[in-house]
């Protein structure tokens, strides 16, 4: 029942239709107007079901405001517009039928404007059978269905219309519909802001908005295509972005962020294009890439600020990524690949700022990353796997813990890269890794330039470093394949060049690397350009004694055992080498307590006597550089002397040998490097940080879990060390009621004194053919008293650097002089000192 008029204005040309007339219902009055006619509806509630079928206007009063003018039935479609150009505007549309929609457009062209639809309806306007409206100013609330709907090949043109809410998806557009979007806001829906799925639906949004949405922002699938311009999506309860089945995406100029979940998440065989785009606080991952065929090509895009745990790309399971110029930043990992046949090429591009590993290579995957840029992340490359790899390129590292690791059988190319600065190793190869390194360079490393070990076989071409302070190569076991590699890290090497590299093993490990066009299999070996030069001078650990002089005959008690193995040393031996080292007093008395407590446990047993149960596994607290590698390794030969332990050998790792990505890879890592230890001590430097205080979902207690596990099913077989500083390693401790009962006792390393770190270098000057000047003794006291012991003091590290650096200096003054005497050949002065760090 009408409560107002209905005003007809008629147009016809005829001079007897130009008339006015008023009618009770709306009903009445369509079924009297014609093409062109204006119906002004006068403010009121009209409970009717409308529909129009001609060429019509249809508006509320000038004026008056939307709201003045309501339709609303009890049930039904309110207002239907079918096949035709009319125009609607300045009405209020009311639905109370789930089952139908408040306001429907069935073909034609309409014109709708400034209408508000407030309704509980299946969809607040629907548009179907191949409508194209052109539909402004627009609202729809509608807690319960669809704000809008566009099926059946229906499109048009969507200008500054708002969804307040609705029950489902903002924008439902599917069976080949193609609207286009512009200015439009949708927020406080439920399911997805823009939905789009079925071959031949499209959709193009041009500064439109998504937001506050319980669910996804944008969900695109079923071969749909989009194109987003300066669009926003945030704030959703779900992923920011979906791409399922087929899917094509384009992104310009968008920001997606504050998303809980992905930003952007796509699989099966889905496209996604970005193009400067800003991807930020997201709580997974920004790009999620799943399944063969599913591909992100992103140029100058910045994806930054995780909230979560996640990588900020993660590209598996046969998917691509690239990545040309564009900006990774503060994210826990930046890129992590997985999978056979996943693969991610990125160009020209930064990532940087990232608390784990910037990129993660594992599973057979592939990446190619060509002139980035990498700094201040834990890891900058890790290649984790067989089948792993791909090319580095032109790349530089710069501020991380190691610059590239390589572990496991993976075979990466590195070439032109720079890794500068590292914490502990610009390149670091365990566990099998292999790779080949061409022309990379390590610079101002505080642990080692490149790190080798477990007998693994990478290739050395061309390779250089520079101030590291534990060396600028350090090979583990025979393997490494070196050719013109050079470091600066000799002391007293000559200033016309810089000193060539050998492998352990000596120079017949130095064949050069197979050339193309060279010769092939059973051709004469060619000797390398490093083969007849000496190798490097190592420098000792802290405080130890000069290594055996070459030629002399090996002690009697040394020799190899029956396998053929490395040599046996006496414990006394041992032991006098562990009393050798500098300072370490209460370290030596614990140690030799400890041992010991297991000879005469094992003299007790020899005589039948009962033996007390001695565990053997340690805690080594302390600062870095105080010895605590050097006497885990004697303290291991100490075992295998006392026939405790099988062979003695020494396996070190940390946390990024033991810790995968993702659940179960964890405690296969683990037990692995738990096998690679039987017989020997397993050392597990940093172990606190298998705990970090801030876990998360963290995978450091499941390497816990599995290692308390181990060390009760294998108690005789292997000896674990654990280390790190005092306060972090008593956390660690309590982390886990299995992990403190399993270690018989903590050994603390204490600060190097200035005279224990005076007698370091005094060894060191003796073992290089140095000598102190006068008066550099005292100096070198006064300069050890007054080195800040901050988190970062080096103790053995730092006398070793001193002495290092003395050495340069000293040769920067020697190298003025035309015929220096051998006293100005070595003597160091107070003047050789460097400035206090």
Known sequence: MAHGSVQVTYTGTSRWRRRTGDYASLAAALEAAGDGDVLTVAPGSYAENLVIERAVTLRGPERAGVGSVRITPPDGVPLTVRGTEAVVRDLQVEGRDASAPALLVEGGAPELTGLRVLTRSAAGIEVRDGARPTVRHCSVDNAGGLGFGLFGGAGG?????????????????????????????VHHAVGAGLALTGEGTAVEAVGCEFYEIRGTGVQV???ATGQLTDCRVHRTSADGITLDTDAVLTLTDCDVHDVPENAVDLRSR??????????RRFGRNGLSVWDPGTRVDANRCEIHESTGDYPAVWVSDGASAVLDTCRVHTVPDALFVLDRGSRADVVDSDLTQVRGTAVSVSDGATVELDDCRIREAATGAWFRDHGSGGTLAGCTIDETATGVIVTKGADPVVTRCTVGGPAEAGFYVSAQGRGTFDQCRVTGSRGYGFHVIDGCRPALRRCRTERCARG??????????VEECTSDETAGHSAAGPAPVTPPGGAGLLAPLPRPGGPGPGAAPQPSPAASVPPLPSVPPPGAPPSTPPGAAPDAAAARDADGGPPVRPAPDVLAELDALVGLASVKREVRALTDMIEVGRRRQQAGLKAASVRRHLVFTGAPGTGKTTVARLYGEILRSLGVLDSGHLVEVSRVDLVGEHIGSTAIRTQEAFARARGGVLFIDEAYALSPEDSGRDFGREAIDTLVKLMEDHRDEVVV?????????????????GVASRFSRTITFGDYSPEELLRIVEQQAEDQEYHLGEKTAQALLAYFAAVPRGPSFGNGRTARQTFEAMVERHAGRVAQLSEPTTDELTLLYPEDLPALP
């Open 270 to 279: 889905s496209v996604l294009t970005l193009t400067r785009t800003s991807v």
């Open 472 to 481: 600028g190569y350090e090979f583990a076991e025979d393997g490494p394949l």
């Open 721 to 737: 060390i654990v280390a790190g500083y005092t306060a972090e390693m008593e956390r660690f401790l309590a982390v886990n009621p």
């Open 221 to 223: 699938a079923s071969r």
């Open 157 to 185: 043109l969507f200008e500054d219309c708002e969804v307040v809410a609705a029950g489902q998806s903002g924008f439902a557009v599917r069976d080949g519909a193609r609207p286009r979007l512009e200015r439009c806001r």
